[in-house]
């Protein structure tokens, strides 16, 4: 049977434009199933090394933040020697739902510049000529903000979080026996989060272009945004200056990019406006 012609994106119907979401969205959970499969070929090392590799004392970060005490002449103060926690099973199935879900979670991460040039592909009707040209660049720009952002999650906020989480005690009675699902599903929060947190720009250039963003807007709240960051990096690290800034910093950065970005476009969109 012959395959239906795409209408143009001008004579597409609502339902038409659904039709077209669903199959963006089969294809790239289909991605991310193919990479998932994939990643069950490696889960010794994805485990072992990469998931429970911050629960070690001689993780690189800890090794780094250690180094870092001593050059700053805090001597000691931030090295750490012993993580006193566990982790255990405590369900059934329990081990069987984590290698599932996290061979998923790796599946999206190891898919998403193919989910990316499929959701570009929906938009891109709606885009001029010139920013429809830009789609490697696009996908490029997107996909290696979200590996940064996945590699500060896991070499940042996982670890500092793991520390503090770790050496947290309201009581010497009480004993830190955290349940797998609890710590893997704090892993797979930070990597995946960061990594859409560091998508801001991207998506801050498209709100802009629809007009739902101004970079005024973005400055006025950027003292709120200060707050919220750094009230984030208080959570998620130990009670110590280094670690807060070193987390606070590359989250404001992206923040003030995004701002950068926001002006450009509104910039643009007047000159263009003026030439026509």
Known sequence: MAKKPKKPANEMSFLDHLEELRWVLVRSSAA???????TY?????????????????SFVTYRFFCEASHFLGFADSICITELPFIIQNTEMEGQVNIFVWTCITAGFIL??????????????PALYEKERKNAKVFISVASI???LGVLFGYFVIV???VNFLATFSISSVVKNQFNIDS?????KTAVI?????????????????????????????RKYAIVIVLIIAAIVTPPDVVSQITVAVPMLLIYEVSIWISAIVVRNKKRHEQAS
């Not at 991310?32 to 994939?38: K, L």
């Not at 090392?45 to 429970?52: A, C």
């Not at 990594?195 to 400055?219: A, D, N, Q, S």
């Open 159 to 161: 670890p500092m979080s």
């Open 111 to 124: 898919a998403f510049p193919y989910i990316l040039w499929q959701f570009w592909k929906f938009i891109s």
């Open 183 to 187: 710590y893997i599903g704090m892993v």
């Open 145 to 147: 903000l979200f590996f």
């Open 41 to 57: 070929f490696f889960s010794d090392y994805i485990f072992d090394t990469l998931i429970f590799g911050p629960t070690d004392p």
């Open 193 to 221: 989060a960061s990594g859409l947190y560091f998508e801001l720009p991207i998506i801050l250039y498209f709100l802009t272009k629809l007009g739902m963003v101004t970079p005024t807007f973005l400055r006025t709240y």
């Open 32 to 38: 991310v199933v193919i990479m998932a499969t994939i």
